[in-house]
């Protein structure tokens, strides 16, 4: 069995993304750890500054390139961090709690926020999404066969 070029490229690319994810996250512990402790063994004692610190330096040396890896830990840290807080928000009393559960309000927003996005202002959706987004809600206006569905469907041309 021999793998054709593109399936080489594929396979390529993603043991070199899953090494850069694996190398950079062991970098940033690393750092996080070093720095962590370093503070700690200065002051003598350890602070709720300490591992926002240590992050903070770990995260500009380690995640600031802006590249997609990065880009993929950085969005769905963002997405963690705002959930947490919000909870700490209401366990600290800063918001009620709810007597009704928020999720589908949420759900509902970020929907047709992210709708709204792609069919007004899509440069500004990161190009994943976008693609996406294209292959769902306007790839899909064409249809030829089974193929489309279980393949790719994308606009073939014509045969005139």
Known sequence: MTVNS?????????????????????????????????????????????????????????????NSINSQINMYLTSRVLFALCRLAVEKGYFPKLRWDPFPLHTAVIWGLVLWLFEYHRSTLQPSLQSSMAYLYEDSNVWHDISDFLIFNKSRPSKT
């Open 6 to 66: 593109q399936e080489h490229k594929k396979l390529q690319a993603i043991l070199k993304a899953t090494y850069t994810h694996s190398r950079n996250l062991a970098c940033f512990v690393f750092t996080y750890k070093g720095l962590c402790a370093l503070q700690s063994h200065v002051q003598g004692e350890t602070n709720q500054m300490h591992p926002f610190l240590a992050a903070f330096i770990g995260g500009l040396l380690v995640f600031s390139k802006n």
